[in-house]
């Protein structure tokens, strides 16, 4: 009914859907937004699922990053360990959620966060970490979400933590760990790319970034490995697909995007508009669809226009980072992981990387939490950031999964 409904109505308009709609009105601000960005809008409580912590979905100001020098509304989750904050407050760990959709109902905020992603967040609680996790912009809130555009998402990540940091400051600690996965390991990155500019107030600890997805423009000599066949699947890749062409090409404002969508594309598109990531794979593999049969190839064009505008800059980072690979991770790919590390050393980071044997891009982010707790625990002692650079090789064939880790699919 809905892709029907698409086609009588959009299809008529010659226009693509940005997702809008689904949630509740909390997340729409009809005043006009405070002159200053990172300041809570509105805020209530978020249902808890065990005792330890307490949470609150907010809204608040951030500078949008598609028009330069206006501000938007953002939505997200603060967790907060019960009983009273240690001296100077909770340190923070700001969440960078992986791809979920472009739809507003795909906002974790809004259908929550899933069990894995969770169980990663108790872990941080439990040791004495508040966690917020921003939505990013235009999912949840009105507007196209601009899915992997680092500076979008890099901006509702600081201005995000900053909100939280002005709106609870004897609880919170300007004490700050940029965490992210898949989609939100490059939006980690390039919050903390932009944070010497952007938010110069922020004391960023240190960056972890697991199942790297990211592009570089200055690459400081590092040479790329080819990347090979993508590994994921037809019908994984088709859902990726739909998202970079709602999220990333609408984003940018390319015109004419409608006319590259092939007629047996029309439905997927239309399912975009209200469903999440999982559904898109299964219509896709229900159809045995492929990314190919969704847009005539002139789509190419503006794919590679994207690309450009999506790359982080600079490859150079001036705070420590711990980065977590599965080897067998087929959906990122593992050299194109590799290839984001030899980057950064090469620009002289501090780069902590770290390989696991047969996880998974999903099995990964809990595995590695020790070791990303030792990294951040360093640290905030004051030990100077060790690099493993000069060890780092190749990653092999990607190896099969261990079925007895958990989330290890």
């Known amino acids: ?12 308009a010659q226009v693509l859907p940005s997702g809008d709609g689904g949630v509740s ?24 699922a065990e005792s330890g912590y307490q949470a609150y979905r907010l809204l608040y100001s951030a500078r949008d990053g598609l028009r330069e020098g206006q501000a938007t509304a953002v939505s997200g989750v603060l967790y907060v360990p019960t009983g009273k904050p240690p001296t100077g407050g909770w340190p923070v760990v700001a969440w960078a959620h992986g791809t979920t ?38 999912l949840g809130t009105p507007g196209v979400h601009p899915y992997l555009l680092y500076r979008p998402e890099g901006y509702s990540i600081l201005d995000g933590v900053r909100a939280v940091l002005k709106a609870y400051p004897h609880e919170l600690a300007n004490s700050v760990v940029l965490a992210g996965q898949s989609q939100g390991s490059g939006a980690a990155l390039g919050a903390a790319y932009l944070a010497p500019s952007a938010a110069p107030d922020l004391h960023i600890v240190g960056v972890i970034a697991s199942g790297l997805v990211l592009d570089i423009r200055d690459r400081h000599n590092a040479p790329a490995l080819p990347e090979g066949a993508y590994q994921g699947g037809e019908d994984v890749d088709a859902a990726y697909s739909t998202l970079y062409f709602l999220g990333s090409l609408q984003g940018l404002g390319y015109p004419g995007l409608f006319s590259l969508i092939r007629e047996k594309g029309h439905e ?5 508009s209200h469903a999440c990531l999982h559904d898109l794979m299964g219509y896709a593999r229900n159809h045995h669809m492929k990314a190919d049969d969704i847009y005539y190839p002139a789509i190419t064009h503006y794919e590679t226009l994207a690309q450009q505008a999506r790359m982080l800059p600079d490859a150079y980072q001036s705070a420590p980072v711990f980065t ?12 194109p992981q590799y290839n984001v590390v030899a980057a950064m050393c090469s620009a002289q980071d501090k780069v902590e990387w770290h390989y696991y044997p047969d996880l998974t891009h999903s099995g990964t982010v809990n595995a590695a939490f020790p070791d990303e707790l030792r990294f951040v ?19 092999g064939p990607i190896q099969e999964p261990d079925p007895h880790v958990p989330f290890n699919y």
């Open 268 to 272: 997927i598109i239309a399912l975009a």
């Open 25 to 48: 009105a909390f997340y729409k601000w009809d005043a006009p937004l405070p002159a200053a960005n990172g300041i809570v809008l509105r805020q209530e409580p978020y249902p808890v």
């Open 1 to 12: 009914m809905a892709a029907t409904l698409w086609n009588n109505q959009v299809m008529a």
């Open 324 to 335: 977590a690979t599965g080897l067998a991770d087929a959906e990122a790919g593992t050299i």
């Open 377 to 395: 625990t360093a640290l905030r002692e004051g030990r100077k950031p060790v690099s493993n650079c000069h060890l780092l090789h190749i990653p």
């Open 101 to 138: 959709g472009v739809a507003d109902v795909c906002a974790p905020s809004w259908r929550g966060s899933s069990p894995r992603d969770m169980a990663y967040f108790k872990q941080w609680l439990d040791h004495g970490f508040a966690v917020f996790g921003t939505d990013y912009q235009g």
